[in-house]
């Protein structure tokens, strides 16, 4: 009923802009008009003034945007490749932020100091070589060396020497959550198939794979910090994208592929709490969430609770209906923590071990003892 009336209102209010604007044409009868198609000093000192109005326009936006949205510009990073993302990133923005300054500054310019004037003919190059050779060097130089400093940083970020100690995790991404799994005490990841998944092995891991067999599936992920990290990527559905935006790392999860992206992280969960940016951040939130539980007290709702950071796992392609709800946790911890945690996590041969295990009827197992009970009574009375 809502969306009728709204629809109801914005069509009396286009027929009254209509005829208003019928009223306005009636009251210009018999007064002086240009009707030409041809533009006029008027028109054009119009244009051009507006052209100056929208740089500004543009400049001011900008402005207000850096001192709006600053906040929302991730900090310090937390993996040993973060500062070359951080650096490379910072490079590309200063160099576009400098040039859309000035071409936009002087593409209105120009338009302004050279606007159309009566009688006026305007001066032109049908073609110059020289300008159009600068104009297309300087960008080739500028782009090929961002493209070639940009392949450098990918590769040493994405380079994992064969020989190196890693720690060798699988992220598995489906509609809609993420699931991971750790090697065990082999280091080595057991293979697995989508045609493998049935009841708990919700990630089709082969158990005929000897490698399997110490693999470890959790609801959370720990790592320990300064070691490096070696994550496997698989999707069971669609496309998703695995993104940790505070280690600065993203890496797409291909249907019937395997990806890969490795890192070292470099902060603790605790550490980043306790930066000067998080918990500025951290605090500006909790404002906005007790401000709203003032609101939903009053309706008989309970409260939000305080907002804690930690380091997510995010899906970063929109997957679906529910694409919000792929967030898994990630602590960073000391490696003794990692350890202590890891070796409380079951293995997937036990979990397996323990779904398929004969289901026994508690009520049934009491009977059972009640009889055996008062059968063990009657023999010893029997006897005496």
Known sequence: MNGLLILLIIVL?????????KIFSLTQIGSKRDDSAVANDRDNNINGYLMFAFVAFIYIVTIISFIKCGSFVLDTPASEHGKDYDNLMNISFVIIFIVQTLTQFLLHYFAFKYRGKEGQKALYFADNNKLEAIWTIIPVIVLAVLILYGLYTWNQIMYVDEDEEVINIELYAKQF???????????????????Y????????????DPAAQDDKVVAEIHLPVGKKIHFR???QDVLHSAYMPHFRAQMNCVPGMVTEFAFVPTMTTAEMRG???????????????????????????????PYTFDYLLLCNKICGASHYNMQLKIVVESEADYKKWLASQKTIAATIKEANA???????ETAKVVVDSTKTVAEVVAKK
């Open 358 to 364: 004969p289901k026994v009827d508690p009520v049934s």
């Open 13 to 21: 209010l286009g027929v009254a802009a209509w005829q208003l604007s």
């Open 233 to 235: 990527m698989r999707s």
């Open 275 to 305: 930066t000067a940016m998080m918990m500025k951040k951290v605090d500006g939130i909790n404002k906005i969430r007790a401000k709203k539980s003032l609101a939903l007290v009053a309706e008989g709702k309970p409260a939000l609770e």
């Open 177 to 195: 959550a993420w699931e991971a799994r750790y090697s065990g005490e082999d280091n080595t990841l057991g293979k697995a198939n989508v045609r």
């Open 197 to 208: 998944i049935k009841d708990v092995n919700t990630l089709g891991v082969d158990m005929a």
